[in-house]
């Protein structure tokens, strides 16, 4: 039986949502879900791993330049996780998720995962594309 970290129901909401969103994807050959999926997948099981079992993720979002259409050929792909617990350090988790030697790529672009806490940080997702970008992102 796969690990599956708990997710809030208003994420699944907001995911919903997301998805009606999404047109082209920021990775060629893949849909946004697609990414989606991989990502969460990943995520789900580097938690499981480290036996994290209530992060209480409550979005995630693709940002930053491949979102913009700004990308660069060697230019990862960012990745906002923003999570409830706050049990957990969001450095802790950054470290977690984006270990050098078992790190993210999907189709030999890098998956840069930030996390991100309202209680630690500050952030929200929402909160934190508007302080960063002057327009929605995918």
């Not at 708990?6 to 879900?33: A, H, L």
């Not at 996390?115 to 594309?129: E, V």
């Given at each position: 039986n796969r690990f599956k970290a708990r997710i809030s129901e208003s994420f699944r909401f907001k995911w919903?949502?997301?998805?009606?969103?999404?047109?082209?994807?920021?990775?060629e050959g893949y849909t946004d879900n697609e990414l989606y999926t991989i990502i969460e997948n990943y995520i789900n099981d580097k938690l499981a791993e480290n036996s994290i079992t209530d992060l209480d993720i409550v979005g995630i979002k693709l940002v930053g330049s491949r979102?913009?259409?700004?990308?660069?050929?060697?230019?990862?792909?960012?990745?906002?996780?923003?999570?409830?617990?706050?049990?957990?350090?969001?450095?802790?988790?950054?470290?977690?998720?984006?270990?050098?030697?078992d790190k993210l790529y999907i189709d030999d672009i890098e998956v840069d995962i930030n996390p991100i806490?309202?209680?630690?940080?500050?952030?929200?997702?929402?909160?934190?594309?508007?302080?960063?970008?002057?327009k929605e992102v995918k």
């Amino acid at each position: 039986n796969r690990f599956k970290a708990r997710i809030s129901e208003s994420f699944r909401f907001k995911w919903n949502v997301f998805k009606d969103r999404m047109t082209e994807s920021v990775i060629e050959g893949y849909t946004d879900n697609e990414l989606y999926t991989i990502i969460e997948n990943y995520i789900n099981d580097k938690l499981a791993e480290n036996s994290i079992t209530d992060l209480d993720i409550v979005g995630i979002k693709l940002v930053g330049s491949r979102t913009k259409d700004t990308a660069k050929e060697d230019s990862d792909l960012d990745v906002l996780v923003e999570y409830g617990n706050n049990e957990y350090r969001e450095d802790d988790i950054f470290n977690i998720l984006n270990d050098e030697e078992d790190k993210l790529y999907i189709d030999d672009i890098e998956v840069d995962i930030n996390p991100i806490n309202k209680n630690i940080s500050g952030y929200t997702i929402q909160s934190w594309i508007d302080k960063n970008y002057n327009k929605e992102v995918k």
